[in-house]
């Protein structure tokens, strides 16, 4: 376990902490930590999974910081990072791997769940919901104490090495009768649940990475809180701290408040023009 970053949630916002991929289509740490506050135990538990090989599911809305804490966390423990988003189209050989044709030969070419599996990497699967279940049933071998990977193809049963391990995350308010995990794959996980962070963290945050002061993330994270109350109003999904960076951003480039609101905190959310117009109101009101 390192000690080199700060303990120290944010929103997931791009870092050149961790680096672009490399051929193997790993990440490897950089020599600064991804911005990361840390709200609760979190740290310290996903630290004590990583040394007990046990997998961790990450639960939370979108935008909260769960891709940002996923590679603070690999720059901290020195681990690289394969990071695969799931959708309805991922099958098991995505995850996997499968032969290829190149030449006049056909070769085999490992997925990213294989060279994690293979180079002890951490691999992030985020948004594990949108998977179709006979997708998702792959990860079950490396969730457990075999810590193996049978690779049918092949005919190889790949020993997980040391240093693996599997992380999985998703949005609880996308979930309904025809999009859940089974029982039988959400408990071999151990759970981080996640949130947006209080008000006095948010505004930290955003003034660090939306790159403006105090005062105006502070403004900007109070417009935020007062419109996720609008949830109860019809609105399908609160802005997120993502959002409130990219409102920021837009300010500190030159963009008028109002506008960057408008444009980064707003439109993102709805199109039905009475919620634009309750919200445009309070934008209005606050900034």
């Keep these: 376990m390192s ?19 490399t051929d193997d289509g790993l990440r490897y740490p950089g020599a ?64 996997t791997g499968r032969y290829l044709i190149r030449g006049a030969e056909t070769v085999w070419l490992d997925g990213p769940l294989t060279r994690a599996a293979r180079l002890g990497a951490i691999c992030y699967l985020d948004e594990i919901i949108e998977a179709r279940p006979d997708t998702v049933v792959v990860i079950h071998p490396l969730t457990d ?57 948010e505004a930290e945050i955003v003034a660090h990475e939306g790159s403006v002061d105090r005062n105006m993330a502070v403004a900007l994270v109070t417009l935020t809180n007062r419109l996720r109350q609008l949830g109860d109003r019809g609105l399908a999904e609160v802005p997120s701290t993502r959002l409130i960076v990219a ?29 634009l117009a309750a919200m445009h109101d309070l934008v209005m009101a606050t900034m």
């Design 3 to 21: 000690d080199r970053a700060p303990r120290g949630t944010a929103g997931d916002v791009d870092d050149p902490a961790i680096g672009p991929a």
């Design 32 to 95: 600064q930590a991804p911005y990361y506050l840390a709200a609760g135990e979190e740290v310290a538990v996903f630290e004590m999974c990583h040394a007990r090989q046990l997998p961790l599911m990450l639960k939370g809305p979108t935008g909260c910081g769960k891709t940002r804490f996923v590679e603070h966390m690999a720059w901290r423990l020195g681990r690289p990072l394969v990071t695969v988003a799931c959708h309805d189209d991922l099958s098991a050989s995505d995850l």
């Design 145 to 201: 104490d075999r810590r193996i990977l049978p690779l049918e193809k092949t005919g190889e049963l790949l020993e997980a090495a040391p240093g693996f391990q599997l992380v999985i995350s998703y949005n609880p308010g996308y979930q309904h009768g025809l999009k859940d995990l089974k029982p039988s794959t959400r408990q071999r996980f151990v759970a981080l649940e996640f949130g947006f962070p209080a008000p006095e963290l």
């Design 247 to 275: 409102a920021a951003r837009l300010v500190a480039s030159g963009i008028p408040v109002r506008a960057a609101c408008r444009a980064a905190l707003l439109g993102p959310l709805t199109d039905d023009p009475e919620l």
